[in-house]
Protein backbone atom coordinates (compact mmCIF):
# COMPACT_ATOMS: atom_id res chain seq x y z
CA UNK A 1 0.00 0.00 0.00
CA UNK A 2 2.88 2.73 1.21
CA UNK A 3 4.40 1.63 -2.48
CA UNK A 4 1.60 2.63 -4.16
CA UNK A 5 0.73 5.38 -2.85
CA UNK A 6 4.86 6.09 -3.63
CA UNK A 7 4.40 5.26 -6.75
CA UNK A 8 1.23 7.72 -7.35
CA UNK A 9 3.26 10.73 -5.35
CA UNK A 10 6.10 10.00 -8.01
CA UNK A 11 4.02 10.37 -10.54
CA UNK A 12 1.98 13.35 -9.73
CA UNK A 13 5.31 15.22 -9.15
CA UNK A 14 6.32 14.38 -12.59
CA UNK A 15 2.93 15.40 -14.41
CA UNK A 16 3.46 18.93 -11.85
CA UNK A 17 7.20 19.00 -13.66
CA UNK A 18 5.77 19.10 -17.00
CA UNK A 19 2.33 21.96 -15.98
CA UNK A 20 5.07 23.76 -14.64
CA UNK A 21 7.35 23.56 -17.78
CA UNK A 22 4.22 24.42 -19.88
CA UNK A 23 2.92 27.23 -17.18
CA UNK A 24 6.33 29.26 -17.63
CA UNK A 25 5.76 29.46 -21.16
CA UNK A 26 3.39 32.23 -21.75
CA UNK A 27 4.74 34.58 -19.00
CA UNK A 28 8.52 34.45 -20.59
CA UNK A 29 7.14 35.21 -23.83
CA UNK A 30 4.72 38.16 -22.72
CA UNK A 31 7.41 39.79 -19.99
CA UNK A 32 10.40 39.05 -22.66
CA UNK A 33 8.19 40.87 -25.06
CA UNK A 34 7.73 43.88 -23.24
CA UNK A 35 11.12 44.20 -23.20
CA UNK A 36 11.38 43.88 -26.94
CA UNK A 37 8.80 46.12 -27.95
CA UNK A 38 10.40 49.16 -28.55
CA UNK A 39 13.03 46.67 -31.04
CA UNK A 40 10.01 45.60 -32.78
CA UNK A 41 7.91 48.88 -33.08
CA UNK A 42 11.58 50.13 -34.69
CA UNK A 43 12.51 47.00 -36.82
CA UNK A 44 8.59 46.67 -38.39
CA UNK A 45 7.92 50.51 -38.03
CA UNK A 46 4.56 50.04 -35.50
CA UNK A 47 2.22 52.90 -34.11
CA UNK A 48 1.32 53.23 -30.90
CA UNK A 49 -1.70 50.94 -31.14
CA UNK A 50 -0.31 48.45 -33.40
CA UNK A 51 2.11 47.89 -31.24
CA UNK A 52 -0.01 47.14 -28.18
CA UNK A 53 -1.72 44.91 -29.94
CA UNK A 54 1.24 42.30 -30.46
CA UNK A 55 0.32 41.59 -26.81
CA UNK A 56 -3.43 42.10 -27.01
CA UNK A 57 -4.26 39.94 -29.75
CA UNK A 58 -2.76 36.56 -27.95
CA UNK A 59 -4.48 37.53 -24.86
CA UNK A 60 -7.62 38.05 -26.46
CA UNK A 61 -7.84 34.80 -28.63
CA UNK A 62 -6.45 32.72 -25.63
CA UNK A 63 -9.74 33.88 -23.63
CA UNK A 64 -12.35 33.49 -26.32
CA UNK A 65 -11.07 29.84 -26.89
CA UNK A 66 -10.26 28.20 -23.46
CA UNK A 67 -13.79 27.36 -22.18
CA UNK A 68 -14.79 25.69 -25.51
CA UNK A 69 -11.01 23.77 -25.61
CA UNK A 70 -11.68 22.53 -21.96
CA UNK A 71 -15.52 21.29 -22.85
CA UNK A 72 -13.29 19.20 -25.81
CA UNK A 73 -10.94 18.20 -23.62
CA UNK A 74 -13.38 16.61 -21.11
CA UNK A 75 -15.00 14.70 -24.25
CA UNK A 76 -11.57 13.56 -26.11
CA UNK A 77 -9.02 13.82 -23.52
CA UNK A 78 -7.11 16.53 -21.84
CA UNK A 79 -4.05 14.79 -22.34
CA UNK A 80 -4.72 15.02 -26.26
CA UNK A 81 -5.50 18.64 -26.02
CA UNK A 82 -2.96 19.88 -23.99
CA UNK A 83 0.04 18.54 -26.32
CA UNK A 84 -1.77 19.35 -29.39
CA UNK A 85 -1.86 22.96 -27.76
CA UNK A 86 1.98 22.93 -26.99
CA UNK A 87 2.14 21.76 -30.34
CA UNK A 88 0.57 24.62 -32.22
CA UNK A 89 2.46 27.38 -28.93
CA UNK A 90 5.47 25.21 -30.31
CA UNK A 91 4.74 26.03 -34.10
CA UNK A 92 3.51 29.60 -34.01
CA UNK A 93 6.28 31.07 -31.79
CA UNK A 94 8.66 29.91 -34.45
CA UNK A 95 6.95 31.73 -37.19
CA UNK A 96 6.38 34.21 -35.17
CA UNK A 97 10.19 34.92 -34.84
CA UNK A 98 10.72 34.69 -38.35
CA UNK A 99 7.78 37.57 -39.15
CA UNK A 100 8.33 40.39 -41.70
CA UNK A 101 5.81 42.82 -40.95
CA UNK A 102 3.24 43.74 -38.12
CA UNK A 103 0.24 42.41 -39.31
CA UNK A 104 2.09 38.80 -39.90
CA UNK A 105 3.47 39.16 -36.36
CA UNK A 106 -0.31 39.92 -34.70
CA UNK A 107 -1.60 36.46 -37.22
CA UNK A 108 1.15 34.42 -35.80
CA UNK A 109 0.88 35.33 -32.28
CA UNK A 110 -3.16 35.01 -32.69
CA UNK A 111 -2.00 31.04 -33.83
CA UNK A 112 -0.52 31.14 -30.87
CA UNK A 113 -3.40 32.29 -28.71
CA UNK A 114 -5.08 29.35 -30.05
CA UNK A 115 -2.35 27.16 -28.63
CA UNK A 116 -2.87 29.06 -25.68
CA UNK A 117 -6.16 28.25 -24.86
CA UNK A 118 -5.71 24.44 -25.42
CA UNK A 119 -3.23 24.13 -22.85
CA UNK A 120 -4.47 26.40 -20.15
CA UNK A 121 -7.88 25.30 -20.78
CA UNK A 122 -6.51 21.88 -19.78
CA UNK A 123 -3.15 22.30 -17.09
CA UNK A 124 -4.80 23.06 -14.10
CA UNK A 125 -7.29 20.25 -14.53
CA UNK A 126 -4.78 17.60 -15.15
CA UNK A 127 -3.04 19.09 -11.99
CA UNK A 128 -5.46 19.22 -9.44
CA UNK A 129 -6.84 15.39 -11.18
CA UNK A 130 -3.59 14.19 -10.13
CA UNK A 131 -2.59 15.50 -6.73
CA UNK A 132 -4.48 14.56 -3.69
CA UNK A 133 -6.53 17.22 -2.02
CA UNK A 134 -4.31 18.00 0.85
CA UNK A 135 -1.17 18.88 -1.40
CA UNK A 136 -3.05 20.88 -3.74
CA UNK A 137 -2.53 24.46 -2.50
CA UNK A 138 1.42 23.28 -2.67
CA UNK A 139 1.20 21.82 -5.83
CA UNK A 140 -0.62 25.02 -7.06
CA UNK A 141 2.17 27.04 -4.91
CA UNK A 142 4.79 25.05 -7.08
CA UNK A 143 3.25 25.99 -10.29
CA UNK A 144 2.46 29.75 -9.65
CA UNK A 145 6.45 30.02 -7.91
CA UNK A 146 7.33 28.25 -11.95
CA UNK A 147 5.24 31.29 -13.70
CA UNK A 148 6.86 34.13 -11.54
CA UNK A 149 10.16 32.79 -11.76
CA UNK A 150 9.72 33.17 -15.58
CA UNK A 151 7.90 36.31 -15.50
CA UNK A 152 11.59 37.03 -13.39
CA UNK A 153 13.53 35.35 -16.08
CA UNK A 154 11.46 36.79 -19.06
CA UNK A 155 12.81 40.18 -18.30
CA UNK A 156 16.24 39.99 -17.69
CA UNK A 157 16.85 37.31 -20.63
CA UNK A 158 14.72 38.81 -22.98
CA UNK A 159 16.57 42.35 -22.58
CA UNK A 160 20.30 40.31 -23.29
CA UNK A 161 18.86 38.03 -26.30
CA UNK A 162 17.44 41.77 -27.59
CA UNK A 163 20.00 43.45 -27.05
CA UNK A 164 22.77 41.21 -27.57
CA UNK A 165 20.92 38.92 -30.51
CA UNK A 166 18.03 40.09 -31.66
CA UNK A 167 13.82 40.61 -30.75
CA UNK A 168 13.16 37.28 -33.12
CA UNK A 169 15.65 35.35 -30.55
CA UNK A 170 12.98 35.42 -28.31
CA UNK A 171 10.09 33.72 -29.94
CA UNK A 172 12.88 30.54 -30.51
CA UNK A 173 14.02 30.54 -27.14
CA UNK A 174 10.18 29.85 -26.22
CA UNK A 175 9.83 27.54 -29.26
CA UNK A 176 12.98 25.23 -27.99
CA UNK A 177 11.11 24.97 -24.57
CA UNK A 178 7.94 24.28 -26.37
CA UNK A 179 9.35 21.25 -27.80
CA UNK A 180 10.71 20.07 -24.26
CA UNK A 181 7.19 20.41 -22.64
CA UNK A 182 5.80 18.33 -25.07
CA UNK A 183 8.36 14.93 -25.43
CA UNK A 184 8.10 15.57 -21.88
CA UNK A 185 4.09 15.39 -21.92
CA UNK A 186 4.15 12.52 -23.89
CA UNK A 187 7.31 10.41 -21.53
CA UNK A 188 5.41 11.05 -18.62
CA UNK A 189 1.29 11.73 -18.94
CA UNK A 190 -0.46 8.15 -19.02
CA UNK A 191 -3.95 9.25 -18.25
CA UNK A 192 -6.24 10.85 -20.85
CA UNK A 193 -8.23 12.27 -18.18
CA UNK A 194 -11.43 11.80 -20.35
CA UNK A 195 -14.72 12.85 -18.29
CA UNK A 196 -17.41 12.22 -20.80
CA UNK A 197 -17.83 9.96 -23.17
CA UNK A 198 -21.47 10.16 -24.55
CA UNK A 199 -22.07 13.18 -24.91
CA UNK A 200 -22.11 16.14 -27.78
CA UNK A 201 -20.08 19.59 -27.82
CA UNK A 202 -22.19 22.28 -28.25
CA UNK A 203 -21.00 23.96 -31.09
CA UNK A 204 -24.08 26.99 -31.25
CA UNK A 205 -23.24 28.12 -27.58
CA UNK A 206 -19.07 27.87 -28.49
CA UNK A 207 -19.97 30.57 -30.93
CA UNK A 208 -22.50 32.55 -28.91
CA UNK A 209 -20.11 32.70 -26.28
CA UNK A 210 -16.86 33.43 -28.44
CA UNK A 211 -18.32 36.03 -30.37
CA UNK A 212 -19.83 37.85 -27.19
CA UNK A 213 -16.34 37.93 -25.35
CA UNK A 214 -14.79 39.00 -28.16
CA UNK A 215 -16.90 41.53 -29.20
CA UNK A 216 -16.54 42.79 -25.86
CA UNK A 217 -12.59 42.81 -24.73
CA UNK A 218 -12.40 44.09 -28.55
CA UNK A 219 -14.57 46.86 -27.95
CA UNK A 220 -13.50 47.88 -24.92
CA UNK A 221 -9.38 48.48 -26.53
CA UNK A 222 -11.05 50.38 -29.10
CA UNK A 223 -12.80 53.04 -26.49
CA UNK A 224 -13.35 55.98 -26.81
CA UNK A 225 -14.69 55.43 -30.37
CA UNK A 226 -18.20 55.26 -30.96
CA UNK A 227 -18.37 51.79 -32.39
CA UNK A 228 -16.07 50.88 -29.42
CA UNK A 229 -20.14 51.14 -27.53
CA UNK A 230 -21.89 49.34 -30.31
CA UNK A 231 -19.24 46.18 -29.50
CA UNK A 232 -19.59 46.52 -25.90
CA UNK A 233 -23.26 46.50 -26.68
CA UNK A 234 -23.31 43.39 -28.74
CA UNK A 235 -20.96 41.58 -26.89
CA UNK A 236 -22.79 42.16 -23.20
CA UNK A 237 -26.30 40.71 -25.16
CA UNK A 238 -24.88 37.78 -26.44
CA UNK A 239 -23.57 36.77 -23.26
CA UNK A 240 -26.61 37.36 -21.72
CA UNK A 241 -28.41 35.28 -24.36
CA UNK A 242 -25.42 32.76 -24.33
CA UNK A 243 -25.92 32.08 -20.49
CA UNK A 244 -29.54 31.73 -20.71
CA UNK A 245 -29.19 29.16 -23.65
CA UNK A 246 -26.42 27.20 -21.68
CA UNK A 247 -29.39 26.70 -18.75
CA UNK A 248 -31.40 25.01 -21.23
CA UNK A 249 -28.32 22.09 -22.72
CA UNK A 250 -27.74 19.07 -20.93
CA UNK A 251 -24.62 19.19 -22.32
CA UNK A 252 -23.63 23.02 -22.17
CA UNK A 253 -20.26 24.19 -23.34
CA UNK A 254 -20.30 26.09 -19.97
CA UNK A 255 -22.29 24.62 -16.76
CA UNK A 256 -23.70 28.22 -15.97
CA UNK A 257 -25.84 26.36 -13.84
CA UNK A 258 -22.56 25.83 -11.00
CA UNK A 259 -21.53 29.17 -12.13
CA UNK A 260 -24.22 31.04 -10.89
CA UNK A 261 -25.41 28.67 -7.98
CA UNK A 262 -21.94 28.16 -6.52
CA UNK A 263 -20.89 31.34 -4.53
CA UNK A 264 -17.33 30.78 -3.82
CA UNK A 265 -16.48 29.58 -7.15
CA UNK A 266 -18.34 32.26 -8.73
CA UNK A 267 -17.15 35.06 -6.40
CA UNK A 268 -12.97 33.35 -6.55
CA UNK A 269 -13.46 33.41 -10.29
CA UNK A 270 -14.69 37.26 -10.46
CA UNK A 271 -11.93 37.97 -8.13
CA UNK A 272 -9.25 36.51 -10.29
CA UNK A 273 -10.41 38.65 -13.39
CA UNK A 274 -10.55 42.08 -11.22
CA UNK A 275 -6.91 41.06 -10.08
CA UNK A 276 -5.76 40.68 -13.49
CA UNK A 277 -7.29 44.05 -14.75
CA UNK A 278 -5.80 45.88 -12.51
CA UNK A 279 -2.67 44.60 -12.77
CA UNK A 280 -1.93 43.29 -16.40
CA UNK A 281 -0.54 46.34 -17.78
CA UNK A 282 2.06 47.50 -15.11
CA UNK A 283 4.83 45.66 -16.95
CA UNK A 284 3.53 46.75 -19.90
CA UNK A 285 3.55 50.75 -18.38
CA UNK A 286 6.58 50.30 -16.98
CA UNK A 287 8.71 48.80 -19.28
CA UNK A 288 7.93 51.80 -21.65
CA UNK A 289 8.65 53.78 -18.66
CA UNK A 290 11.86 52.92 -18.02
CA UNK A 291 12.88 52.53 -21.46
CA UNK A 292 11.47 55.65 -23.34
CA UNK A 293 11.55 58.55 -20.30
CA UNK A 294 14.00 57.05 -17.98
CA UNK A 295 16.65 55.96 -20.77
CA UNK A 296 17.29 52.28 -19.63
CA UNK A 297 18.38 50.15 -22.14
CA UNK A 298 16.51 46.64 -22.43
CA UNK A 299 19.09 44.93 -20.02
CA UNK A 300 18.75 47.55 -16.97
CA UNK A 301 14.98 47.75 -17.39
CA UNK A 302 14.74 44.08 -17.14
CA UNK A 303 17.37 44.09 -14.15
CA UNK A 304 14.87 46.82 -12.29
CA UNK A 305 11.32 44.66 -12.92
CA UNK A 306 12.74 41.35 -12.04
CA UNK A 307 12.74 42.84 -8.16
CA UNK A 308 8.47 42.04 -8.58
CA UNK A 309 9.23 38.40 -9.72
CA UNK A 310 11.52 36.95 -7.53
CA UNK A 311 9.66 38.36 -4.56
CA UNK A 312 6.32 37.01 -6.10
CA UNK A 313 8.14 33.22 -6.38
CA UNK A 314 9.06 33.44 -2.70
CA UNK A 315 5.47 34.53 -1.43
CA UNK A 316 3.94 32.10 -3.64
CA UNK A 317 5.55 29.22 -2.21
CA UNK A 318 4.70 29.94 1.34
CA UNK A 319 1.29 31.06 0.48
CA UNK A 320 0.28 28.11 -1.35
CA UNK A 321 1.07 25.57 1.36
CA UNK A 322 -0.06 27.68 3.76
CA UNK A 323 -3.70 27.67 1.88
CA UNK A 324 -3.61 24.07 2.58
CA UNK A 325 -3.97 24.70 6.30
CA UNK A 326 -5.84 28.10 6.83
CA UNK A 327 -8.10 29.99 5.36
CA UNK A 328 -7.14 30.77 1.66
CA UNK A 329 -9.71 33.77 1.66
CA UNK A 330 -7.95 35.67 4.09
CA UNK A 331 -4.52 34.96 2.45
CA UNK A 332 -6.09 35.94 -1.18
CA UNK A 333 -7.73 39.41 0.51
CA UNK A 334 -4.62 40.17 2.08
CA UNK A 335 -2.69 39.54 -0.82
CA UNK A 336 -4.90 41.99 -3.18
CA UNK A 337 -5.15 44.80 -0.45
CA UNK A 338 -1.27 44.73 -0.84
CA UNK A 339 -1.08 44.96 -3.95
CA UNK A 340 -3.67 48.28 -4.64
CA UNK A 341 -1.36 49.84 -2.02
CA UNK A 342 1.34 49.10 -4.25
CA UNK A 343 -0.59 50.28 -7.50
CA UNK A 344 -1.57 53.81 -5.39
CA UNK A 345 2.15 54.04 -4.56
CA UNK A 346 2.97 54.19 -8.28
CA UNK A 347 0.31 56.75 -9.78
CA UNK A 348 2.76 59.21 -7.91
CA UNK A 349 6.09 58.01 -10.19
CA UNK A 350 7.77 60.95 -12.47
CA UNK A 351 10.09 61.16 -14.58
CA UNK A 352 12.62 62.03 -11.61
CA UNK A 353 11.86 59.34 -9.48
CA UNK A 354 14.23 57.52 -7.87
CA UNK A 355 14.89 53.52 -9.09
CA UNK A 356 14.59 52.94 -5.45
CA UNK A 357 11.28 54.39 -4.98
CA UNK A 358 9.73 52.22 -7.76
CA UNK A 359 11.94 49.00 -6.58
CA UNK A 360 10.03 49.10 -3.41
CA UNK A 361 6.71 49.50 -4.66
CA UNK A 362 7.54 46.23 -7.05
CA UNK A 363 8.58 44.32 -3.87
CA UNK A 364 5.44 45.26 -2.38
CA UNK A 365 3.27 44.36 -5.52
CA UNK A 366 5.37 40.85 -5.74
CA UNK A 367 4.69 40.38 -1.91
CA UNK A 368 0.82 40.92 -3.08
CA UNK A 369 0.61 39.01 -6.29
CA UNK A 370 2.74 36.27 -4.10
CA UNK A 371 -0.36 36.21 -1.26
CA UNK A 372 -3.15 36.42 -3.78
CA UNK A 373 -2.77 33.93 -6.53
CA UNK A 374 -2.06 30.35 -5.19
CA UNK A 375 -4.74 30.11 -2.63
CA UNK A 376 -7.62 31.96 -4.84
CA UNK A 377 -6.01 28.69 -7.96
CA UNK A 378 -6.80 26.62 -4.90
CA UNK A 379 -10.44 27.55 -3.69
CA UNK A 380 -11.40 27.63 -7.07
CA UNK A 381 -10.17 24.42 -8.01
CA UNK A 382 -11.64 23.02 -4.51
CA UNK A 383 -14.90 24.23 -4.85
CA UNK A 384 -16.25 22.31 -7.66
CA UNK A 385 -16.89 18.37 -8.07
CA UNK A 386 -14.11 16.26 -10.26
CA UNK A 387 -16.16 16.44 -13.46
CA UNK A 388 -16.33 19.82 -13.42
CA UNK A 389 -12.05 20.15 -12.98
CA UNK A 390 -12.33 21.19 -16.67
CA UNK A 391 -14.74 23.94 -16.49
CA UNK A 392 -13.08 25.27 -13.37
CA UNK A 393 -9.77 25.29 -14.87
CA UNK A 394 -10.91 26.83 -18.39
CA UNK A 395 -13.05 29.51 -16.07
CA UNK A 396 -9.92 30.43 -13.99
CA UNK A 397 -7.77 30.91 -17.15
CA UNK A 398 -10.17 33.00 -18.99
CA UNK A 399 -10.41 35.02 -16.25
CA UNK A 400 -6.85 35.68 -16.14
CA UNK A 401 -6.79 36.17 -19.67
CA UNK A 402 -9.94 38.43 -19.63
CA UNK A 403 -8.63 40.63 -17.08
CA UNK A 404 -5.31 40.77 -18.95
CA UNK A 405 -6.64 41.86 -21.93
CA UNK A 406 -8.76 44.39 -20.03
CA UNK A 407 -5.98 45.85 -18.75
CA UNK A 408 -4.65 46.13 -21.70
CA UNK A 409 -7.01 47.83 -23.01
CA UNK A 410 -7.17 50.57 -20.51
CA UNK A 411 -3.87 51.31 -21.40
CA UNK A 412 -4.78 51.28 -24.82
CA UNK A 413 -7.43 53.78 -24.29
CA UNK A 414 -4.97 56.14 -22.06
CA UNK A 415 -2.34 55.78 -24.57
CA UNK A 416 -4.70 56.77 -27.29
CA UNK A 417 -6.20 59.44 -25.38
CA UNK A 418 -3.19 60.93 -24.16
CA UNK A 419 -0.79 60.88 -27.19
CA UNK A 420 -2.91 59.95 -30.61
CA UNK A 421 -1.29 57.25 -32.70
CA UNK A 422 1.50 58.17 -33.46
CA UNK A 423 5.06 56.25 -32.63
CA UNK A 424 6.00 55.68 -28.99
CA UNK A 425 9.28 57.84 -28.81
CA UNK A 426 11.17 60.07 -26.08
CA UNK A 427 9.81 63.32 -27.99
CA UNK A 428 6.02 62.15 -26.03
CA UNK A 429 7.27 61.13 -22.98
CA UNK A 430 4.98 63.53 -20.90
CA UNK A 431 2.16 61.98 -22.72
CA UNK A 432 3.19 58.55 -21.91
CA UNK A 433 3.83 59.76 -18.54
CA UNK A 434 0.51 61.01 -18.15
CA UNK A 435 -0.97 57.71 -19.67
CA UNK A 436 0.82 55.70 -17.25
CA UNK A 437 -0.95 57.84 -13.97
CA UNK A 438 -4.30 57.27 -15.97
CA UNK A 439 -4.13 53.60 -16.10
CA UNK A 440 -2.45 53.02 -12.38
CA UNK A 441 -4.88 55.24 -11.14
CA UNK A 442 -7.86 53.07 -12.59
CA UNK A 443 -6.08 49.84 -11.70
CA UNK A 444 -6.03 51.09 -8.03
CA UNK A 445 -9.82 51.53 -7.75
CA UNK A 446 -10.48 47.92 -9.54
CA UNK A 447 -8.41 46.58 -7.39
CA UNK A 448 -9.92 47.86 -4.06
CA UNK A 449 -13.34 46.71 -5.50
CA UNK A 450 -11.37 43.06 -5.71
CA UNK A 451 -10.82 43.42 -2.39
CA UNK A 452 -14.09 43.44 -0.86
CA UNK A 453 -15.33 40.87 -3.43
CA UNK A 454 -12.62 38.68 -2.52
CA UNK A 455 -13.51 39.20 1.23
CA UNK A 456 -17.22 38.21 0.82
CA UNK A 457 -16.71 35.27 -0.47
CA UNK A 458 -16.01 32.25 2.20
CA UNK A 459 -14.04 28.92 1.78
CA UNK A 460 -15.43 26.08 0.94
CA UNK A 461 -13.56 22.78 -0.58
CA UNK A 462 -15.67 19.56 -1.94
Known amino acids: METRGKARENSSNSILFVICMASSLVPFM ?31 VSAVFQVPCARLADMVGRKKVFICGVLLFTLFSFTSGLASSGMELI ?12 MFGTSMAILTSSVAPERRGRAFGINTACVYISLAVGPLLGGLLTQYFNWHSIFF ?43 LIYGFSELPAIRSFIMIGAGSLLLVFFSMYEKLQAYPVFNIREFLGNRV ?33 PRDAGLVLI ?20 SATFLATLGMGI ?7 LCFLSETS ?45 MRLTGQAFSMGIA ?34 LCLVGVYMSSIRGDRKV
Open 30 to 60: GSSLNLALPYINKALSLDVVTSSWIPTSYLL
Open 107 to 118: VYRCLSGVGSAM
Open 173 to 215: VAGGIGLVVVTGALLIMKNEWKEETKSTFDVLGSILYAAGLFL
Open 265 to 297: FRLSSLSALINYSSTSAIAFMLSLYLQYIRGLS
Open 307 to 326: SQSIVQTLATLVSGRLSDKI
Open 339 to 345: IAVGLLG
Open 354 to 398: SLLFLIALLVLLGLGFGIFSSPNTNIIMSSVEKKDYSMASATAGT
Open 412 to 445: IMAMSLMMGNVPISSDVHAQLLASMRVVFIICSV
